[in-house]
């Protein structure tokens, strides 16, 4: 029988820096009250100059593989699902990977907005599901601070930094990520869009003047969208799972809006205390804020071995989808892993790879070597 794919390791990392609705307030024509009651946020927070959506990823994924006790080594897969990649390429996995030392994993980024977290928890569990992959890391990462502009007050409300990280491993034992849906809609592309510095639109003194570096959103036709997919998504995802709702502990849908959340809800006649929502102090982390949310479940203790959970998304694309997991609890482990000490080890290697590089182009010049 395939393996089935276990969450053993789960990590989480915000920036320090907190931005209010009343600092926000002062820069731009909003008020507090505006922006909770449209849509639930009261804070969010926003990297340091230092921290980027790699280094975010890297400590979210450090306590996640701590959790789980897996050496980086250990690794077989690294997604990064992620709407501010640090370039177009190298992928931001390839900089975690490096990052943590993990030299036996292939590593991608994966890019379907919002719900990307919820699309690679799926190709994760795909991979362990036929036997190819062992051990696979996913991790959700946004610097989206970045990439808003911070005087249009219809989007800079809505969004924060932050990362979250899962680890899957293969486990003979029942349970895991037990179905998913995933779904697109091209055709509304243009309701949320970062429109320059991509092939189409590449980035020139024009199209940054024109601000076509910003995050463009259709807040209206957004919130419609959401509402209904989110509902919908989720029942897909528990039918398929030969489930009903009433078997459901706990929803942790992606963190956009408290009323879109409501409205999906009460579209499925499914209580709001059996939903994790903390968007109030992190605004929307896209990609990061199904794993965000879930930590905290956890740390709450509203998250246990054994429960089944629903997490649901959607975003730009337009894509949505849905998971529904057994909850479960790190594997047993023979050894105690010192990940800092790992930590130390990567970067060591990193800059002895780098070396020999450089060594390599003073031995043989311009010459190729292999030819
Ligand atoms: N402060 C004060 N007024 C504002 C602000 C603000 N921050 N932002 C917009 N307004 C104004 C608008 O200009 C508009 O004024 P007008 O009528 O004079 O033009 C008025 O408020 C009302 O605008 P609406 O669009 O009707 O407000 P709505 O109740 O729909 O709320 C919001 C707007 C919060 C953006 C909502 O539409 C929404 O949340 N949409 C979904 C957005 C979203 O979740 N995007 C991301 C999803 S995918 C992903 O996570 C990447």
């Not at 926003?46 to 450090?62: K, P, R």
């Not at 990064?80 to 030392?101: K, N």
């Not at 205390?273 to 794993?291: F, K, Q």
Request: contains cysteine.
């Amino acid at each position: 029988m395939s393996p089935f794919a276990h969450i053993t390791g789960w990590g989480m990392a915000v920036p320090q820096r907190i931005v209010t609705n009343a600092e926000l307030a002062l820069r731009i024509d909003t008020s507090d009250e505006w922006i909770q009651s449209r849509t639930g946020i009261r804070e969010r927070r926003v990297a340091s100059e230092d921290q980027t959506t790699a280094s975010l990823g890297v400590d979210a994924a450090q306590r996640a593989l701590d959790m789980a006790r897996l050496k980086p080594a250990d690794l077989d897969l690294i997604i990064v699902a992620t709407s501010s990649p640090e370039h177009i390429f190298p992928a931001t996995a390839c900089l975690v990977q490096d990052r943590l030392g993990a030299s036996k994993a292939g590593a991608f980024d994966l890019l379907a907005a919002c719900s990307g977290f919820i699309f690679a928890l799926n190709m994760g569990t795909q991979a362990i599901r036929t036997g190819a992959v062992k051990n696979a890391l996913i991790i959700g990462a946004e610097t989206l601070s970045r990439i808003v502009d911070w005087n249009d007050r219809n989007t800079c409300v809505l969004f924060g930094d932050g990362a979250g990280a899962f680890v899957l491993q293969a486990s003979p034992e029942q349970g895991g990520v037990i179905s998913a849906v995933m779904r697109s809609d091209g055709s509304g592309g243009d309701l949320l869009i970062l429109p320059g510095g991509g092939s189409r639109i590449p980035a020139t003194h024009k199209s940054v003047q024109a601000g076509q570096h910003y995050v463009q959103m259709n807040g209206r036709e957004v919130f419609r969208f959401a509402s209904r997919v989110l509902g919908q998504a989720t029942e897909e995802a528990v039918k398929k799972a030969q489930l009903s709702l009433d078997e459901i502990n706990l929803i942790i849908p992606h963190q956009a809006n408290q009323r879109i959340i409501e409205a999906a809800l009460r579209g499925l006649d499914f209580p709001v205390e059996r939903c994790v929502i903390n968007l109030d102090r992190y605004g929307n982390t896209s990609t990061a804020s199904i794993p965000i949310a879930t930590c905290e479940a956890v740390q709450q203790g509203r998250l246990k071995p054994g429960d089944k959970v629903v997490f649901v998304g959607f975003g730009g694309g337009l894509t949505w989808g849905a998971a529904v997991v057994v909850w479960s609890a790190p594997l047993p482990a023979a050894r105690r892993v010192m990940p800092y000490r790992y930590r130390l080890y990567a970067r060591l290697r990193s800059m002895i790879k780098r070396l020999m590089r450089r060594l390599d182009v003073l031995v043989w010049g311009r010459r190729n070597p292999y030819l």
